[in-house]
């Protein structure tokens, strides 16, 4: 009895979260979200509130203070919570760096982590005991973490990226100095770091999704910006993701009003290849097409992943969404894969952030694959080099007097 009073209460939960997720996308318009959004909205003013302030008291060196660790540091973020592509971006300029030579550790918050249980945080703090180091997910050699203690991004990243050191904290100030030091690392890339003001950027790149740029432009938690639009004047190079055609001149219109300094660079995400899910067979991308396929997924944006396999296979039968990273049982992959196979799909695609979630020894019942991305720099390739450029020669740092 106990046991199904918790699957409910799960059950429950989980509609719950699906319903507030729906009003901050403005993917519910029923009158039900439209309360709750007018609620949302005093919340989202003060959170405003709170961003401009603490970035103006780390500007001004007030009660917060930047801490340099002596080394090239390079962020890559965004103004809104996830769907920016930005995981394919930061292994694209990762390996830019390797192959300009730099010693390159990529520091990451670890989402969705596996975090120091409460009691032992408690015990630490009254013993005064020293925090434990960083997680080393990559040491630039081999991969010693899974996803459930890494996180999802920083076990991709370190995954596709041999050679390149790979660490989470969230102390990231903490995460660099140890880089260096443990590592011989000479250029630290925070990974999803424009909010992180401890440890300032030589270099600030800023990704903003040309098929959503800033959602319904209001702040979390009624929309999905976690800064003010205005904030673009703190990027040194603006990427456009998943930029499949021209952008819009009122998109590019709007930037330039708040960062006429900064260059913009186009790119579009492409699928590079099929990927056995627990295996190691590849597949061309088309490879699918027109069998008929399911696909399911965890992910901020599930429309474009799969827009993009139904443009690959021409049949797509089935698809089912999770919320944002969620991390599967065997007992709703079966699920998953047993309706998918009722719906008429012989095979089941999902994404390489999913694929991270899915336990390592799970069988599928019917072929499992996930489908792996790749940037293309579509507008702006001699700004990308110039980016690389100018962390590889720092030299050229100087003329970036727009970066923060």
């Not at 550790?105 to 630490?124: D, H, Q, T, V």
């Not at 013993?127 to 991969?143: F, I, L, N, R, W």
């Not at 490879?287 to 797509?316: K, N, Q, Y």
């Amino acid at each position: 009895m106990l046991r199904r009073l918790r699957k409910r209460l799960y059950r429950n939960w989980e509609r719950f979260e699906v319903f507030v997720e729906g009003v901050i996308y403005d993917r519910d318009h029923s009158p039900s979200a439209r309360v709750l959004g007018f609620f949302l909205k005093g919340f989202s003013y003060l959170f405003s509130g709170l961003v401009r302030l603490r970035l103006k008291l780390y500007r001004n060196r007030v009660i917060f203070k930047d801490r340099p660790l002596g080394c090239l540091v390079v962020v890559v973020g965004n103004l809104t919570v996830g769907g920016t592509g930005k995981t394919p971006v930061v292994e694209r300029f990762a390996q830019a760096l390797m192959t300009k030579g730099r010693k390159v550790a990529i520091l990451s918050r670890g989402y969705k982590s596996r975090r120091e249980p409460p009691l032992r945080r408690f015990w630490r703090w009254l013993t005064y005991t020293d925090a434990p180091p960083p997680k080393v997910v990559s040491d630039g050699e081999k991969v010693l973490l899974d996803s459930t203690v890494a996180g999802d991004e920083p076990y991709m990243l370190a995954r596709n990226l041999p050679g390149v050191v790979v660490l989470v904290d969230k102390d990231r100030v903490k995460a660099g100095a140890y880089a260096i030091r443990k590592f011989g690392v000479d250029t630290l890339v925070l990974d999803d770091g424009f909010q992180y003001l401890a440890l300032k950027g030589r270099l600030n790149l800023l990704l903003v999704d040309q098929t959503n740029p800033f959602g319904n432009g209001h702040l979390l938690p009624r929309g999905i910006l976690r800064e003010p639009i205005s904030h673009l004047s703190r990027a040194s190079y603006i990427f456009l993701t998943k930029s499949k055609t021209d952008p819009d001149a009122e998109l590019l219109d709007l930037i330039n009003k708040h960062n006429s300094k900064a260059q913009i660079i186009r790119c579009a995400h492409h699928p590079k290849h099929f990927h056995e899910v627990n295996g190691d067979q590849l597949q061309d991308v088309d490879f699918l097409r027109e069998t008929p396929v399911g696909v399911f997924s965890a992910i901020a944006s599930p429309r474009g992943f799969e827009e993009m396999i139904e443009e690959l296979v021409g049949d797509l039968r089935y698809r089912r969404r999770f919320l944002d990273h969620h991390r599967y049982t065997r007992g709703e992959l079966d699920r998953v894969l047993k309706r998918a196979r009722h719906a008429g799909s012989e095979v089941v695609v999902t994404t390489e952030k999913d694929a991270v979630r899915i336990p390592l020894n799970y069988k599928p019942i019917i072929p499992l694959y996930f489908i792996r991305m790749e940037i293309e720099i579509l507008d702006g390739f001699k700004d990308f080099e110039a980016a690389v450029g100018e962390i590889c020669f720092p030299q050229g740092l100087l003329s970036v007097s727009h970066a923060d």
